[in-house]
């Protein structure tokens, strides 16, 4: 039985119609579509992570909007 890690890999594949890795005796390389699924991924993680700092603060009231008008 595959571990779990490459059974989510193959079926991943599977669903692109591509392969990510180039399988080799000796091990694994990214494919060209895998490096780019890979900065991509990489991306989202950062911007989720700044999202989530951001929330927060403003939660906290350390960062956000404050309008003002005058007439």
Not at 45 to 61: M, Y
Not at 63 to 71: E, I, K, R, S, V
């Amino acid at each position: 039985i595959q571990p779990t890690v490459s059974q989510h890999i193959r079926r991943l594949e599977d669903r692109l119609h591509t392969n990510l890795f180039e399988r080799h005796p000796r091990g694994v390389r990214l494919t060209f579509a895998g490096r780019h699924l890979l900065r991509a991924a990489r991306r989202i993680v950062f911007e989720a992570d700044q999202a989530l700092g951001l929330a927060g603060r403003v939660s906290r009231t350390e960062a956000g909007q404050l309008l003002l008008g005058f007439y």
